[in-house]
């Protein structure tokens, strides 16, 4: 808060310096910036301060970390995530509210297995070999060892999560509240069970739902490496083949297909009814040529005339549309492909890999005289983006929960504004999805994970499906549903990881016992994520916080992008291009970089594209940049975009804004023990009793209080990227570049008042800087806070967030118009003084039109301009002076300084020369009747514009050559 900057004199207030550190205590700053020096003590004490734990004071702001899952480390993406929220958290402590960040890890079923099995079979072990019981065991060191290196790494970024309430989404508190909510659920018969075409994926042997399905678009024949396959399989191919007709040797049907290795689980051929090429074939059966059943034409209009020859296969065991389309004619199913993607009932060709048996099929089929063409073909296929297997459509039982109700409450807490997403943009997204939601698929055939409460309980003559916590309990229950002696089966199967971190919001408080740490904490203020999982993760929370606690467990969702490369292409191993947050922060050779991805889980063919990439996106590996240049760089991009491309070289430009920091922080130490300053001075507290001593110094206290406000309004908005840019451009341009330059001989040459009042002025502005900065650079801050002989009790982060002073800014308002003219007046001397190549020399300059205004800045300009300035026309023989514009008056710049202290007269030449290509390079545009007819006026006059400066430029040059 500014206060009391009326009048120019300063009016110093003594403070009791016995309840003060003295100046002589003060650690000082070094005159280097080294990051890795301070950053760890920093956070340690931070920590046994217990400055993270909620204060009991303010507005409650409750948050919780999108738990990493432990299948490894940190990536780029997550400090992206940590940074915002952990800003967002200071802040709102630095703003006096009562903060609580809850952190945990996430166990991440089928990820964790997939990644612990690779592990495991570079020591030639499979998760059969050894049984589930050990392998579980397998999967927990696993958990132990990465989630200590996740917490490091969350650390290292500066998080200030309360360690206190940390959570494993397969601890014991979690899998109590995940059994009771799926409980809850059942008992509100919102759970079912039924057979049904799921996705498989025959590497991991268990079901994917929907959404963790990618798709590959492929223009025609493509070969692609598949896990489980020595060789790359080719996609891409439509395969036209004959079924004949029953009693007929020569009459026939032509299919396509590009699948031809599920045809013993066709079922019947299909046309659509409009087509009347086939009229011919209606009531029509055809001979299996394999196993020997007849099959009939069905009539659907699913079936798309103008795919192959119009006619396809029916085989709803192993196709979504075939599926429904066998509901319609009441068909029946057979399924041919097992659980490991291997033939089965198939005849000679059983036990083979589904994709392995394509080519002896064909071939069978060219034998007798079936097989017809072989084409390339457009076409999508399905991956398991876990495992990157192309997925299998099995018929196999599985537990949903319906979501067709949940869903309209979601869209209503949406609509009526009750839930807030940001960017509203994805709101359309919200709608659109859970308008066309499919009940849940929850059941996964894997081992790790939360182990689904579903008993099966048979008695004597009948048997039925019981929730319980226990098999005690289930026993007991089932009693009500079945007669006689009991068994009781556990189904196998584990729950869908995005099910148990769906609860997270209220399970982290206790939930469902009503703690007062639930009453106080749930619902969350916001949730802080990436786009991407927008429905993995966000609609399932809504929609089972309001099902299961009568609320939406969030009143605002915030999504920001995901990060890419500089390139713009998303982050991959196989790529090379993702980068741990530790690699920028103390930074990794190209060496090192080539020694992760070696000993990385990646093939070897992943492995090469990795290593070219590399070289390509970091050819002399990665500098450092300690902690607080990452943060800024990440926080400097707009983070609503969609994605955001990370680029290492704003990452060190941040590096060398910190470093600018330091030293004007390492100046004012300077000065403040070269004029030997009294603790009185240096103590006090500058905001009530400092009054500014010069124009420029309210200039740069009225440019503070305006940054201020920008900085705040974007925290608030989430646009931190204005946040950022305000608080660069403040310290470096305006605070670095003009106010410190502009004191330097005043500090030097000026009367005891004046220096002292600079130096206060720049101590207290620095001093609110470095609060404004710390959410985004809490480390460097830190330091340099604790570093400078102020009044200060305790953290920087237990001060109050600076706040506008729109009175202050009003009163200020025409100085900082004032300022900003003579600015440009600056601005255009030095750009001159470049032109001609005398940018650190001192140069006579006459301004003959002058005003008030110019000579009341005299000293700001000759200080900022390295000028000598006069008023008036020069009185001297012609063409010692040189005339010029500058903003609007006319004035000389001394001649001989052109001709003696600046360029010779080949370095003018060679001036002329390069602003003349230029010209001509505009001329030559503007010329081109394409340009004329279709560039946009704007464009045109910019152009005529910057010939005619061009002109003038290089008009003056030869004059003076």
């Given amino acids: 808060m500014f206060c009391g900057f009326n009048t120019f004199q300063p009016t110093l207030k003594k403070i009791n310096v016995n309840t003060l550190r003295l100046f002589e205590n003060f650690p000082g700053i070094s005159n280097s910036f080294k990051p890795n020096v301070f950053e760890d003590d920093n956070y340690s004490q931070w920590v046994d301060k217990g400055l993270f734990q909620p204060r009991k004071n303010g507005q409650i702001y409750s948050i919780l970390l999108p738990p990493p899952n432990v299948t490894g480390t940190l990536h780029i993406g997550h400090a992206l995530t940590i940074s915002v929220q952990d800003t967002m958290a200071r802040w709102n402590r630095m703003c006096q509210n009562e903060v609580v960040w809850t952190p945990g890890v996430d166990h991440a079923g089928i990820a964790t297995q997939v990644i612990v099995e690779k592990f495991l079979m570079k020591q030639g072990i499979s998760r059969f070999d050894i049984g589930r019981t050990k392998f579980v065991e397998e999967v927990w060191k696993w958990k132990s060892d990465k989630s200590k290196v996740i917490n490091l790494q969350i650390k290292k970024l500066g998080a200030s999560v309360d360690w206190e309430r940390e959570f494993f989404t397969l601890d014991k508190k979690h899998r109590d509240a995940v059994n009771f909510a799926l409980i809850q659920?059942?008992?509100?018969?919102?759970?079912?069970?039924?057979?049904?075409?799921?996705?498989?994926?025959?590497?991991?042997?268990?079901?994917?739902?929907?959404?963790?399905?990618?798709?590959?678009?492929?223009?025609?024949?493509?070969?692609?490496?598949?896990?489980?396959?020595?060789?790359?399989?080719?996609?891409?191919?439509?395969?036209?083949?004959?079924?004949?007709?029953?009693?007929?040797?020569?009459?026939?049907?032509?299919?396509?297909?590009?699948?031809?290795?599920?045809?013993?689980?066709?079922?019947?051929?299909?046309?659509?009814?409009?087509?009347?090429?086939?009229?011919?074939?209606?009531?029509?059966?055809?001979?299996?040529?394999?196993?020997?059943?007849?099959?009939?034409?069905?009539?659907?209009?699913?079936?798309?005339?103008?795919?192959?020859?119009?006619?396809?296969?029916?085989?709803?065991?192993?196709?979504?549309?075939?599926?429904?389309?066998?509901?319609?004619?009441?068909?029946?199913?057979?399924?041919?492909?097992?659980?490991?993607?291997?033939?089965?009932?198939?005849?000679?060709?059983?036990?083979?890999?589904?994709?392995?048996?394509?080519?002896?099929?064909c071939s069978e089929l060219a034998n007798l005289g079936l097989l017809k063409h072989i084409r390339p073909h457009k076409m999508k296929i399905p991956i398991c983006s876990r495992s990157g297997d192309v997925l299998e459509y099995l018929i196999k039982p599985q537990w949903f929960i319906k979501c067709k109700e949940m869903a309209k409450k979601a869209i209503v807490a949406v609509e009526e504004r009750k839930l807030i997403i940001k960017p509203e943009n994805y709101q359309e997204n919200w709608f659109n999805w859970l308008k066309n939601i499919q009940d849940w698929c929850i059941s996964r055939q894997l081992w790790w994970g939360h182990q689904l409460p579903f008993y099966y309980c048979e008695g004597s003559n009948d048997n039925v499906w019981i929730a319980a916590e226990n098999e005690e309990e289930a026993l007991k229950k089932s009693k009500y549903y079945v007669s006689g002696p009991v068994i009781a089966h556990r189904d196998p199967d584990v729950l869908d990881t995005w099910f148990s971190s769906g609860i997270l919001p209220f399970a982290c408080f206790g939930w469902p016992d009503k703690t007062e740490q639930y009453k106080k904490y749930y619902p969350l203020n916001t949730l802080i994520t990436g786009n991407d999982i927008l429905f993995f993760w966000v609609a399932r929370m809504v929609m089972l916080g309001l099902e299961l606690t009568n609320q939406l467990p969030f009143k605002e969702v915030f999504l920001h992008?995901?990060?890419?490369?500089?390139?713009?292409?998303?982050?991959?191993?196989?790529?090379?291009?993702?980068?741990?947050?530790?690699?920028?922060?103390?930074?990794?050779?190209?060496?090192?970089?080539?020694?992760?991805?070696?000993?990385?889980?990646?093939?070897?063919?992943?492995?090469?594209?990795?290593?070219?990439?590399?070289?390509?996106?970091?050819?002399?590996?990665?500098?450092?940049?300690?902690?607080?240049?990452?943060?800024?760089?990440?926080?400097?991009?707009?983070?609503?975009?969609?994605?955001?491309?990370?680029?290492?070289?704003?990452?060190?430009?941040?590096?060398?804004?910190?470093?600018?920091?330091?030293?004007?922080?390492?100046?004012?130490?300077?000065?403040?023990?070269?004029?030997?300053?009294?603790?009185?001075?240096?103590?006090?507290?500058?905001?009530e009793n400092h009054q500014p001593c010069t124009l420029m110094e309210k200039w740069i206290l009225a440019k503070l209080n305006y940054s201020i406000y920008v900085v705040n309004e974007g925290i608030k908005n989430g646009d931190f990227h204005l946040s950022t840019s305000s608080l660069r451009n403040f310290i470096h341009l305006e605070l670095c570049d003009i106010y410190i330059e502009y004191i330097k001989p005043t500090l030097q040459k000026g009367s005891s008042a004046e220096s002292r009042s600079a130096l206060q002025t720049l101590v207290y502005t620095l001093v609110t800087s470095l609060k404004c900065m710390s959410p985004f650079m809490p480390f460097l801050t830190e330091h340099l806070y604790q570093s400078l002989p102020i009044k200060k009790n305790g953290f920087i982060m237990e001060t109050s967030y600076p706040s506008y002073n729109e009175n202050f800014q009003k009163t200020h308002k025409e100085l900082l118009e004032r300022v900003s003219s003579i600015l440009m007046v600056i601005n255009e001397i030095r750009r001159i003084k470049h032109r001609i190549g005398i940018n650190h020399q001192q140069v006579s300059v006459c301004i003959v039109e002058h005003s008030i205004e110019l000579q009341n800045f005299k000293d700001v300009i000759e200080t900022l301009a390295k000028c000598k300035i006069n008023f008036g026309t020069p009185n001297i023989e012609i063409n010692s002076w040189i005339e010029e514009n500058?903003?609007?008056?006319?004035?000389?710049?001394?001649?001989?300084?052109?001709?003696?202290?600046?360029?010779?007269?080949?370095?003018?030449?060679?001036?002329?020369?390069?602003?003349?290509?230029?010209?001509?390079k505009l001329l030559d545009i503007s010329k081109n009747e394409g340009y004329q007819k279709n560039a946009p006026l704007k464009v045109k006059k910019s152009h005529c514009d910057q010939i005619e400066s061009l002109k003038k430029e290089i008009e003056k040059l030869e004059v003076n050559n």
């Fill in 185 to 361: 659920l059942f008992k509100k018969e919102l759970i079912y069970r039924e057979e049904s075409l799921i996705n498989w994926s025959p590497h991991l042997r268990s079901v994917v739902s929907d959404i963790e399905v990618d798709y590959i678009d492929i223009d025609g024949p493509t070969a692609l490496s598949l896990p489980g396959y020595s060789k790359p399989i080719t996609f891409g191919n439509l395969i036209d083949f004959s079924y004949r007709i029953v009693g007929s040797a020569d009459k026939e049907i032509v299919v396509s297909t590009t699948r031809i290795e599920t045809m013993f689980g066709d079922v019947a051929i299909a046309v659509n009814p409009n087509d009347n090429r086939y009229k011919p074939y209606w009531g029509c059966k055809f001979h299996h040529p394999f196993n020997g059943t007849e099959i009939p034409l069905v009539l659907d209009h699913r079936v798309d005339p103008t795919f192959g020859t119009g006619a396809v296969k029916i085989t709803p065991a192993h196709d979504p549309t075939d599926f429904q389309i066998s509901k319609s004619h009441s068909l029946p199913k057979r399924s041919v492909i097992n659980e490991e993607g291997v033939l089965e009932n198939c005849g000679g060709f059983s036990g083979m890999l589904r994709f392995d048996a394509r080519e002896s099929i």
């Fill in 886 to 920: 500058v903003s609007g008056f006319t004035t000389y710049f001394q001649q001989d300084v052109y001709k003696s202290k600046v360029m010779d007269r080949a370095a003018l030449s060679d001036r002329r020369n390069k602003l003349q290509i230029k010209l001509n």
């Fill in 561 to 687: 992008g995901i990060i890419c490369d500089s390139q713009g292409r998303k982050m991959s191993k196989s790529l090379g291009n993702v980068i741990a947050p530790e690699d920028v922060i103390n930074g990794k050779s190209l060496k090192e970089l080539h020694c992760t991805i070696e000993n990385s889980l990646l093939s070897s063919e992943e492995k090469q594209k990795a290593y070219t990439s590399l070289r390509n996106l970091y050819p002399e590996g990665i500098s450092e940049c300690g902690v607080d240049a990452l943060r800024f760089t990440l926080l400097s991009n707009n983070i609503k975009s969609q994605y955001i491309n990370f680029d290492l070289k704003q990452c060190i430009r941040n590096k060398h804004f910190c470093n600018k920091i330091w030293q004007a922080c390492y100046f004012a130490n300077l000065w403040l023990k070269k004029m030997n300053l009294t603790s009185e001075f240096l103590m006090l507290d500058l905001c």
